[in-house]
């Protein structure tokens, strides 16, 4: 009974959205997940992708429009998909995460998403999260206004095009996860990619990769809808002789921002434009990635580049004109990352709160667990201390909406406001299903704070909140002084954003409303840090009415309950 109340929850909540408009409507596709062999450098790999493509199908909606999507799982992980950025209000079982709001889907077994997309415009994406799957299981999720493409609140573009920056594995990603989960970090992505091609820079044996090629037109302006959906760095992006206007980052958008180079970390999306206005010719698309200097672990430098070609004569996309190509920043130089974040201000400021009822200080660094697990390999990824690993029977929603979390969580903590105090050395490192319960509609300002000191390993880290949007208020270098730096908060027009990169060896402070009950994820969206345990889950309670409270799980719930599964994070 309680489940099918669920359904008709969502059936009233798409018939209340489509009554607001004439232009709502149910959106349908069907995603099967299934094994294909690619052959990329020499070697010929077998991995997991969605109707057969990668990056995978872009999903286009209208705001106010309902999706139904029906996953049917013909590969042999079980996986879950998330739709990154979606806020999900009053629907947290469609959320999508492994072990957190679900028991992945598994081979065989089907499972259908239904939730709304409301009060949101621009580009959002999909994508597994159960381990490293996700570097082949994406797609862009476009959401547009209601009113149609002319009240687009900056010129309306000639062309949108989708721009997903990957990475190509030459590994099996189960296997991958596995090795991550026993500590074992050797593992590097081969080459980014930009829309599924590894571009000219890769060869092997003389075999040059095929480049992605954006054919335009002199003078027309093209929206790129730019989707981050690698599982490892940063990426500098930039077009050979043209700039970019910023026009949304996480579906937000931000008062138009002109630049030459786009910096956007894994988790992240970024609305352009640019305007063909470059003399005809041929002109290199790089994404290079951003890497942490020493004593950070070094990989090998990627880079990968597309073509944008201008169409010299009719019907001709491209000639043999040699491709032009940018000046890139160095690879360890985190400095354009900062103030490319630094100078986006939102274009519809939305009032921020003011009075704090929660305030979080958190801590990411690395740890040592030897003396806890008693491996060669020890260290750990953690915040505050805290080493986050997934329940195994139960999924933490279910567990919570049914009032029973510490009893079916084994190891379940609760995350403290602040990091320990530590005079000499590092504290000891525990391991736990970390949770932070708030109240429903508490107002929570979250400082995160990277290793401050150059003798500390430190990386850019891009935490991801799932469930709701908040306002980057303000970042810095160095540690972080409360009443120094909140003095300087952005309390005007701060972005709004899903995913918020806090710099390497500095701090981000974040502040939003926790008025959507269920149990969310808040994680760094680089796989190796959430695998090896940077993250949380974010326990919002139910409100007081009807209206404010989870309703019940779908019919089709995929419950833990009996299943014998193989589970991991993202």
Known sequence: MAASVGVVFFLLAAALAAAGSSEAALVEHTFVVSQMKMHHLCNEALITVVNGQLPGPAIEVTEGDSLVVHVINKSPSGLTIHWHGV????????????????????????????????????????????GFLRATIHGALIIRPRSGRNSYPFPKPDKEIPIVIGEWWDVDLVH??????????????????????LGDLSNCSGV????????????????????????????????????????????????????????????????ALFVADAPP???????QAVQSPEPSPQIPILVSRGIVSYNLSKGSGSDDTPAVAPELPDQHDATPSFYFRGNLTSLLPQPVPLNVDEHILIAIDVGDICLYAGSPNCMVSKLNNISFELPTTTSLLQAHYYNNMSSSVSKLQELPRRPPVVEFGHSPTSKATVVRRVRHNATVEIVFQNPYSSDLISNTNPMHLHGHDFFILGQGLGRYDAVRDAQAYNLVDPPARSTALVPIYGWMAIRFVANNPGVWFLHCHMEKHVSSGMALALVVENGHTLETTLPPPPADYTSCDNQNSRVADE
């Open 87 to 130: 806020k999900q209000l009053l629907n947290c079982w469609a959320d999508g995460p492994g072990m957190i709001t679900q028991c992945p889907i598994q081979l065989n077994k089907n499972f259908t998403y239904r939730f709304n997309v409301v009060g949101q415009e621009g580009t959002l994406w999909w994508h597994a999260h159960v």
């Open 176 to 197: 991958l996860e596995d090795r991550v989960e026993n500590r074992i970090y050797e593992d590097w992505p081969l080459s980014p990619t930009i829309n599924g091609m």
């Open 208 to 271: 040059i990769e095929d480049n992605y090629i954006l054919n335009v037109e002199r003078g027309k302006t093209y929206l790129l809808r730019i989707v981050h959906a690698a599982v490892h760095e940063e990426y500098n992006l930039k077009i050979a002789g043209h700039n970019f206007t910023v026009v949304a980052v996480d579906a937000n958008y931000v008062k138009p921002y002109t630049t030459d180079t786009i910096v956007i970390a894994s988790g992240e999306t970024v609305d």
């Open 281 to 287: 010719g041929r002109y290199y698309m790089v994404a």
